[in-house]
């Protein structure tokens, strides 16, 4: 099992964020949160990432304990995330924004890096040509010396994405990747989560956008106020009469 979170608890105050939260994230899949807003969704990834601290409970990461450790040890572990508010470098290119997380990988050190030693070139041109690639694979390579502000508001989805593959993880947390994608862009991103799940990719997503979740995950956990109220395949938490009720309303049915 690659993460297993297990009784994951966060305050504010007196209220519970999340209330002994429970799951499992295999490797190779896409396993999503959903809920309404104020389900606890993002506060679990802030948890997972070492953003917030939990009040009581486990994270462990390929048999790791990450409760306690700082974001940049989590990060490299080889836990990235995307933030439901774009996150991107406007004033930097966007090559240059992939180039980030790129380096996050880099293996030349500071001493090698300062003298600019061989190894370091030849690393600086790895880095940039699997950088290239990224791009390339989602149609942004005739972009990559524009500002990043310059795209498109779905190209910058996508690009936020591709820096967080740069850095080579094992887990990616997507929040709300669709949020403000239009139709044509949803069915694009949907059809790059499923390619980057067939190349072994493991990601945790938070989406509102149930057609999207139900094409793409291949377990959901249901969050409301902070407690599981369900979990299962997307056809068994689509049916569950619990989900109807609490998520969409008592005469709704997930879309």
């Known amino acids: 099992m690659l993460l297993e979170v297990k009784g994951l608890t966060k305050f504010f105050g007196g209220v519970a964020a999340v209330k002994d ?7 190779g899949s896409i396993f999503a949160l959903i809920g309404p807003n104020g389900a606890g969704k993002t506060t679990i990834f802030n948890l997972i990432t070492g953003a917030l601290p939990p009040d009581s409970g486990t994270i462990r990461f390929e048999g790791r304990q990450l409760v306690g450790l700082k974001p940049y040890q989590i990060a490299a572990a080889g836990i990235t995330r995307t933030f439901q508010n774009l996150q991107l470098f406007s004033g930097m290119t966007v090559l240059e924004n992939v180039l980030t997380g790129a380096y996050l990988k880099g ?33 942004l390579e005739e972009a990559a010396g ?5 795209l498109p508001f779905g190209q910058q989805r ?10 080579g993880p094992r887990l990616v947390l997507l929040d709300e990747p669709a949020a403000g994608l239009n139709s044509t862009e949803t069915r694009s991103l949907a059809a790059y989560l499923k390619k980057l799940r067939e190349k072994g990719l493991t990601m945790l997503l938070i989406e509102h956008d149930m057609e999207t979740v139900m094409e793409v995950a291949d377990r959901v956990l249901v969050l409301n106020f902070g407690h599981v109220i369900a979990e299962g395949t997307p056809q ?20």
């Not at 939260?21 to 490797?27: I, N, Y």
């Not at 524009?146 to 310059?150: G, I, K, Q, S």
């Not at 049916?239 to 969409?248: G, H, N, R």
């Open 236 to 255: 068994e938490v689509q049916a569950d009469p619990e989900v109807i009720k609490a998520y969409l309303g008592e005469d709704d049915q997930v879309a």
């Open 107 to 139: 293996r030349t050190g500071f001493v090698k890096s300062l003298f600019c030693l061989p190894s370091k070139n030849r690393e600086d041109k790895r880095i940039k040509e699997e950088a290239l690639a990224l791009l390339e694979e989602i149609g």
């Open 158 to 167: 996508l690009l936020e994405i591709a820096r967080a593959l740069a850095s």
């Open 146 to 150: 524009l500002p990043a502000a310059a």
């Open 21 to 27: 939260v429970g799951f499992k994230v295999s490797k």
